[in-house]
């Protein structure tokens, strides 16, 4: 499970850049981020990732608080990030091996990979290709490669489909929609509205750092999504404050915080 409790971000150059975010992933659940440029998608990530400190409030992985016990919450989450990081003169094969070696998941011989590689949808002939020759989609399937490696019951990504053609992006949410069924909480983020209603059990709209609304697959039924998305984003939505009970909840790591009435946040 993954699980926001009153998380808030303010950066050191006094930018809130997360305010008081509540959400829940469960196991077998797909939760996409949608927002803006600048609304707080990478952050809530990264607060999960323990790549940046909370100022306020909780990132739990499996129950785990993330800022607490740092190493623990990461055996439990794999994360792909926008720009993949991978060796360009290594084939996909070792790159897949020399990360399995990192995280302690090696010995699975050359057969092994090749399975995890094909379960993601690479074509045979790229298996011992150096990857300088691959495409954005092939770096990016070779990334989630990756991040099944560890098989964790969690799994967090920033923009997988970002840049990627209509068949890239297709294969890429179904790798990811098999994974959440098989019992994986995913959490994502994107700009792809249509994908999002298309793959999601529940979507997020952030706005200036606040998730603003929320919705479920079935909601979505009936309303939408982009017609909401774009109603928040010019302003002609009333803004959703979070639930009472999680606000002041937690005055672990922040002096003290002050909410308005007019769902604007300031600290004080
Ligand atoms: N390291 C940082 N230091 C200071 N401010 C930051 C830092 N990283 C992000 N911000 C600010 O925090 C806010 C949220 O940024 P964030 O990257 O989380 O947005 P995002 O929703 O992921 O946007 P995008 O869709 O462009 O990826 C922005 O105002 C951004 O300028
Ligand atoms: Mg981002």
């Given at each position: 499970?993954?699980?926001?409790?009153?998380l808030?971000?303010?950066?050191?150059?006094?930018?809130?850049?997360?305010?008081?975010?509540?959400?829940?992933?469960?196991?077998g659940?797909?939760?996409?981020?949608?927002?803006?440029?600048?609304?707080?998608?990478?952050?809530?990530?990264?607060?999960?990732?323990?790549?940046?400190?909370?100022?306020?409030?909780?990132?739990?992985?499996n129950?785990?608080?993330?800022?607490?016990?740092?190493?623990?919450?990461k055996?439990?989450v794999?994360?792909?990030?926008?720009?993949?990081?991978?060796?360009?003169?290594?084939?996909?094969?070792?790159?897949?091996?020399?990360?399995?070696?990192?995280?302690?998941?090696?010995?699975?011989?050359?057969?092994?990979?090749?399975?995890?590689?094909?379960?993601?949808?690479?074509?045979?002939?790229?298996?011992?290709?150096?990857?300088?020759?691959?495409?954005?989609?092939?770096?990016?399937?070779?990334?989630?490669?990756?991040?099944?490696?560890?098989?964790?019951?969690?799994?967090?990504?920033?923009?997988?489909?970002?840049?990627?053609?209509?068949?890239?992006?297709?294969?890429?949410?179904?790798?990811?929609?098999?994974?959440?069924?098989?019992?994986?909480?995913?959490?994502?983020s994107?700009?792809?509205?249509?994908?999002?209603k298309?793959?999601?059990?529940?979507?997020?709209?952030?706005?200036?750092?606040?998730?603003?609304?929320?919705?479920?697959?079935?909601?979505?039924?009936?309303?939408?999504?982009?017609?909401?998305?774009?109603?928040?984003?010019?302003?002609?939505?009333?803004?959703?404050?979070?639930?009472?009970?999680?606000?002041?909840?937690?005055?672990?790591?922040?002096?003290?915080?002050?909410?308005t009435?007019?769902?604007?946040?300031?600290?004080?």
């Amino acid at each position: 499970m993954i699980e926001a409790r009153n998380l808030t971000k303010r950066y050191e150059d006094g930018i809130l850049a997360l305010d008081a975010l509540n959400l829940t992933v469960n196991p077998g659940e797909l939760y996409c981020l949608l927002g803006a440029n600048g609304a707080g998608k990478t952050t809530t990530l990264n607060l999960f990732l323990n790549f940046i400190q909370p100022t306020l409030g909780y990132a739990l992985i499996n129950g785990i608080d993330v800022a607490q016990n740092p190493l623990a919450a990461k055996e439990n989450v794999a994360y792909l990030s926008e720009n993949v990081c991978l060796y360009n003169n290594f084939s996909a094969r070792q790159n897949l091996e020399y990360f399995a070696t990192l995280s302690g998941q090696d010995g699975r011989g050359r057969q092994g990979y090749h399975g995890i590689l094909r379960g993601v949808g690479l074509p045979e002939r790229c298996f011992e290709q150096k990857i300088k020759e691959f495409s954005k989609g092939m770096r990016q399937k070779l990334g989630i490669a990756i991040c099944m490696l560890k098989d964790t019951p969690a799994l967090i990504l920033d923009e997988p489909m970002s840049g990627l053609d209509p068949q890239a992006s297709a294969d890429v949410m179904e790798i990811l929609m098999e994974l959440r069924d098989n019992n994986k909480a995913i959490l994502m983020s994107t700009h792809d509205i249509f994908r999002a209603k298309e793959m999601a059990d529940r979507v997020g709209i952030m706005k200036e750092g606040r998730k603003v609304i929320e919705r479920t697959r079935d909601d979505l039924k009936f309303e939408n999504l982009e017609r909401l998305y774009l109603d928040y984003m010019r302003g002609e939505s009333t803004v959703v404050l979070p639930d009472e009970d999680a606000l002041g909840a937690d005055s672990r790591r922040a002096s003290s915080t002050f909410y308005t009435a007019s769902a604007r946040t300031k600290f004080v």
